[in-house]
């Protein structure tokens, strides 16, 4: 039964920080559905900045023990004890780990549960996403649960990732006269899923080697190969700046032309809207959910080897005119499918609709 404070939500994570696509998932809809709706949150890490920028009743603060099983135990009883004290009525899980910990709960309680599936993964099938209301954040997403772990379209909803046109508000002003032409990418530093490697590949064939001082990249966020690019920019001499950042990365898309996502895997890419938001043209890797959010030489240019990569820049570093039409289209096609104006209602009715079952 709902609470005459409205719908009562604990949305868990293990890490909530201002470089994660799913954290700024969660910021938006803790921010924008506050109208008949409490919000509760989650986690093990929470970073200050993140704190202070969503809107949260109470914080239910996991131990991250290192014994497997002494973090199940205590994560079970803090988050049922706060289910209890708080009156909760939906538990969102936006990772495996809590999903399982979730439907457990639901088990001994009258809660519903909702899970966010908003990354590709594999193994543990039989203990996977157990909840009968599953929210995919992109069609690519959807088709890996129907199609790896059998799970049918009745149990899943997609509802995309968004951007917030508040935030994201100034369009960039294109500047023919610039004497250095600025390439950037925000995101995590991972050779693996986001494909910083091949990126490197291509300025160390295409760009070193000729010694071109017309053009620069610069590479923003933090991760587990942060080391490894420093040290291969720093060997090879490359025209790069690498800047562990991982809080107020908006301010680097302001000094961008271009946006490239190498992403060997990407679920969807909420970093493609940021960027558009912003007026910068994009090109992205033809993988994932990618395509679902760029229209190949209509809203951006897709790529698959780095030779059409290395062509797509060159053709929009000299083509001031494409850049316009390419930007004002992909503009307008994120603020009608991708905005937090079309997706937040979106949530709204998801939410009300569980309630009801």
Partial sequence: MKSDKGIRILHLYHNLKPSCGITRTIQLITNGLDSGFSHFVACYEFDENVKNSIKYDKICQLLNHKI????????????WNFVRNNKIDILHSYHRHFSILSFIISKFTNIKTVISAQSIVHKHRKISYLSGNIIACSEFVKK??????????????????????????????????????????????DFTEKGIDTLIDLIRLKYAATNNQAIRFLLIGDGVDFGILKTRIDEHKLPIELIKETTQVRQYYELFDLFILPSKIEPFGIVLLEAGMMGIPVIARRTGGIPEIIEDGLSGFLYETNEELFT???????????????????????????????????YKAYYGKVMQQ
Avoid: C, W
Wanted: hydrophobic content about 45%.
């Fill in 68 to 79: 497997f099983i002494l973090k199940i135990l205590s994560d079970i009883y803090l988050i």
């Fill in 144 to 189: 890996h649960l129907n199609g790896y772990f059998r799970i049918p379209d009745s149990k899943i909803s997609v509802i995309y990732n968004m951007v917030s046109p508040q935030e994201f508000h100034a369009p960039k002003v294109i500047d023919a006269k610039k004497s250095i032409y600025t390439v950037g990418f925000v995101g995590r530093i």
């Fill in 312 to 346: 797509k820049i060159e053709m929009l570093r000299f083509d001031s005119q494409l850049v316009i039409r390419l930007t004002s289209t992909l503009r307008l096609r994120i603020l009608d499918k991708f905005s937090s104006t079309r997706i937040l209602p979106q």
